[in-house]
Structure formats: structure tokens, C-alpha cells
């Protein structure tokens, strides 16, 4: 599977668009849409919309795949985009951990999906960017699509 559109368009709404070099909020070097800078880059310049969009496409791609990687049962393309999403955000260390993963794997969806807001919290408190972004994810995960995962088990 790949990230669809409205994997794209997610990761963009929260993350934001900055043309120059920033920390985020874990003090790593980040430009575009939440790219986290790789050891080889440079970005003397401000970045063009084009470049962020390059960018994006090869997180997301790499976010992707970790997910099919953790991911032993079929997903939706709405439930593998939200995933898509969290692991972008996160890390996909963080899936692979998670009870979400566990619960996915033993085909319990609904539980699954709704271990997504679980995970809003920023040095141990809530956040509220963190849990707004959670409930988008779970409300793409319930999105009413054709799915092998619609069903709670």
C-alpha cells in the first residue's frame, strides 16, 4: 500500500509548512512539512513549496513502509493512512511497541483504532495539538470505506 492524498494532506495540516531550517519540539533540525534533517542535508536557503512536497512524498513513503512492515493483517487504505500519520509523528519504534500494534495484529480494529488517542501526551501532559491530531487519525481510521478492518473482532 501506498499513502493516498489524504495521508498527505493530514501530515500537512499538522505539521505545517516552514520555508526555513527550525528545531522542533525535540530539539532536532526540521524544514518543509516536519522533515527532520537527514546527516547529508543542507538547506542554506528557504525551501520552496516543490521541495517540501519531494520531501514529504519520501517521509511518508518511508513512514509507509514501516507500516507494512509491522502490520501482519489487511487494513483499509483510510486505516493504513491514519497509521501512515502516527508513525510520521511518532517514529515507527513507537508502533512497533504499542499495545495499538498488538491489538491491530490480533485483528481487534476497533481497539486498535481507538489505542490512537492514547497517545497525546508531550513530556507526560496532554497536549492539545498531539490530541487533536489523534482524533483525526481515528476519525480517518473509521472513515467508512470498503475495508477488510471494518469489522471489531
Known amino acids: 500500500?501506498?499513502?493516498s492524498n489524504t495521508a498527505l494532506e493530514l501530515?500537512?495540516?499538522?505539521?505545517?509548512f516552514r520555508a526555513r531550517l527550525y528545531r522542533d519540539v525535540?530539539?532536532?533540525?526540521?524544514?518543509?512539512?516536519?522533515?527532520?534533517l537527514l546527516p547529508h542535508e543542507s538547506f542554506p536557503d528557504d525551501l520552496a513549496t516543490a521541495q517540501a512536497e519531494v520531501l514529504l512524498k519520501a517521509d511518508a513513503a518511508r513512514a509507509a513502509e514501516a507500516v507494512v512492515q509491522l502490520v501482519q493483517i489487511p487494513l483499509s487504505q483510510s486505516q493504513f493512512d491514519a497509521l501512515v500519520d502516527f508513525?510520521?509523528?511518532l517514529g515507527p519504534g513507537r508502533?512497533?511497541?504499542?499495545?495499538?500494534?498488538?491489538?491491530?495484529?490480533?485483528?481487534?480494529?476497533?481497539?486498535?483504532?481507538?489505542?490512537?488517542?492514547?497517545?497525546d501526551r508531550a513530556d507526560g501532559q496532554e497536549n492539545e495539538g498531539l490530541r487533536?491530531?489523534?482524533q483525526?487519525?481515528?476519525a480517518l481510521w473509521q472513515s467508512p470505506t470498503a475495508s477488510p478492518g471494518r469489522e471489531a473482532v
Open 136 to 138: 483525526a487519525e481515528l
Open 87 to 89: 508513525v510520521f509523528n
Open 95 to 119: 508502533l512497533a511497541t504499542s499495545t495499538l500494534l498488538r491489538l491491530l495484529n490480533q485483528r481487534c480494529y476497533e481497539a486498535a483504532g481507538n489505542q490512537l488517542l492514547r497517545w
Open 132 to 134: 487533536a491530531r489523534r
Open 26 to 36: 525535540a530539539g532536532h533540525p526540521t524544514i518543509g512539512y516536519g522533515h527532520r
Open 11 to 16: 501530515i500537512k495540516s499538522f505539521e505545517g
Open 1 to 3: 500500500m501506498q499513502p
